[in-house]
Each structure stands twice: as structure tokens, then as C-alpha cells.
């Protein structure tokens, strides 16, 4: 099976530091693939390489068959390729539905984006409501942005990235600084995307990479060290020692 995201010999170095030394990763169709790897590693430098914000020194993305190194980030989104958005580039005073509204008509392509006329749109309207759902926030759909909990703000990333209609989601951190309950209920809203989207998920909570994550990637000074099913990684003796944080007692 051809893999829906293929990374071929990606590469990049900052100065003398290489942060991303020839990566291979392949991406499957509907699967979630944790990449984890200690601070540093060069998780979040891979992420913006693949979404099109870093250009690596070597190397190559195909997404879905379509090579992606010359396209932009713009591009990248059309082709089907998300990652969260900034909470900071949202409307703060206005509502979880009208935000969502307005990503759903930027994917429309119209050329005036105004919110008045993604609140008349009754299609766009409805689409909208549907990712609001998906994203969990179906009871907060007419509550402004600015009143939502940090963890809902998270949940509204992922409805606003779910109105791009991605193949694949690029998520980085998304569980980062929620509290307990908070990151249950986004682990419930990844398991509802899942399946639909591929997801590549970077993240330190390791409760949430072993109850979401179908395979598993290692990364380690910019290199991939192992990749498998949790159990494969659970055992893995590189990954204990280099971090799982055993090995050295
Ligand atoms: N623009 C930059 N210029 C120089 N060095 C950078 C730059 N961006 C990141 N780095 C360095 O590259 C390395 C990888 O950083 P990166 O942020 O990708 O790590 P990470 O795996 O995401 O870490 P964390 O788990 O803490 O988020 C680090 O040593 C970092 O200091
Ligand atoms: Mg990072």
C-alpha cells in the first residue's frame, strides 16, 4: 500500500546543529502516527517543514501521490495537507460557529470573506456546525471565543483545521498545557476524527500517544530511531534508554 504522506531523505541543519537528518516517515490513510522524542529532538522543526513554513535543505514530501517541496502553505492546505490554527488568529468576540463559518467559506474560495455573509450562507452554516460537533463543541457553538476554557480554544483549533477537509492533520502539542479532564475530552475528539483524517500527532503525554496512536515514530537528534505499534516502542531497548527514561539506574 502506498503510504498517504511519504517523507523521503528529509534533511535540514541550523548552522552546525542538524535538526532533521534524513527522515524517512510514511504516513498511512486514516491512521494516527505519533511522533515523540525528547525536548529538542527536532519534532516541531519536521512539522514545519512538512506544512510548507520551513523549507528543508534535502529531501521530499508527497502527499497523496502529489509531490509537495515546491508548493506553498496555501497550497499545502488545498492539497489536503492542515495543522492547527493559531487561537490568535481568530475573532475574539465572535462566536465557536461564526469563526468555523468563516474557515469553511475561506475553503469555498470565495474572493470577499466577510462574516455577514458566512452568517447568511445557510450551506456554510451548516457545514460549520457539523466540524463544531466533530471538534466536541456542539453546546458552545454561540459562545464567543474569548469566553471559551483553554482546553475548548484547543478543541476549536482542530474545527477550524477539520474545515480545510485535510487528509491529514498535523498536530503539534495539542494536549499542552490542559489539565486532566481537559485532555480526556481532546483524546475523545481525536478518536471521533480518527479514521476520516490521518493525523500526525507530536506529543509528550504519553497516556494520550499510547491510547490514540496506531504506530509510533521515535525521534532523536533529528533522527528517526524506531518506528511500530505502541507495544513494538513500549519494548523497544533504543527507545527506553533514549527516551522513555530507563536504562539509566
Ligand atoms: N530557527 C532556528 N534556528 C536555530 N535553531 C533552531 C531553530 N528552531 C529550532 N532550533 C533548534 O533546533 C532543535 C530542534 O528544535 P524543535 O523545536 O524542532 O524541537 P522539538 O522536538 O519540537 O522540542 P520540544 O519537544 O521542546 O517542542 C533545538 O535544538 C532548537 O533549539
Ligand atoms: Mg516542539
Known amino acids: 500500500m502506498t503510504a498517504l504522506l511519504q517523507v ?57 501521490g502529489t509531490v509537495l517541496d515546491a508548493l506553498s502553505v496555501g497550497k499545502r492546505v488545498r492539497r489536503g495537507l492542515a495543522r492547527t490554527f493559531q487561537i490568535t488568529q481568530l475573532l475574539a468576540d465572535d462566536t465557536v ?16 470573506r466577510f462574516l455577514a ?3 447568511r450562507d445557510v450551506g456554510v452554516r451548516e457545514a460549520a456546525a457539523g466540524y463544531v460537533t466533530q471538534a466536541g463543541l456542539g453546546d458552545r457553538r454561540d459562545v464567543p471565543v474569548a469566553d471559551l476554557s483553554h482546553g475548548e ?33 481532546m483524546i475523545d475528539v481525536l478518536r471521533t476524527v480518527k479514521g476520516r483524517v490521518a493525523m500526525l500527532l507530536v506529543e509528550h503525554d504519553m497516556d494520550a500517544v499510547f491510547a490514540l496512536a ?36
Open 8 to 64: 523521503r531523505g528529509l534533511a535540514k541543519r541550523f548552522g552546525g546543529l542538524v535538526v532533521t537528518d534524513d527522515v524517512d516517515l510514511d504516513v498511512h490513510a486514516g491512521e494516527i502516527h505519533a511522533l515523540i522524542g525528547p525536548n529538542g529532538a527536532g519534532k516541531t522543526t519536521l512539522i514545519n517543514q512538512l506544512s510548507g513554513e520551513l523549507a528543508p535543505d534535502r529531501g521530499s514530501v508527497r502527499l497523496a
Open 153 to 185: 480554544q484547543k478543541q476549536l483549533e482542530v474545527a477550524i483545521a477539520l474545515a480545510t477537509e485535510p487528509k491529514l492533520l498535523l498536530l503539534d502539542e495539542p494536549m499542552a498545557g490542559l489539565g486532566h479532564s481537559e485532555s480526556r475530552q
Open 117 to 119: 455573509d458566512a452568517r
Open 214 to 249: 496506531d504506530r509510533i515514530s521515535v525521534l532523536v537528534y533529528g533522527r528517526i530511531i524506531a518506528t511500530g505499534t505502541a507495544e513494538q516502542i513500549r519494548d523497544n531497548a533504543e527507545v527506553r534508554t533514549a527516551y522513555l527514561g530507563e536504562g539509566d539506574s
Open 97 to 112: 460557529l461564526d469563526n468555523v463559518a468563516l474557515a469553511v467559506q475561506a475553503r469555498q474560495g470565495h474572493s470577499f
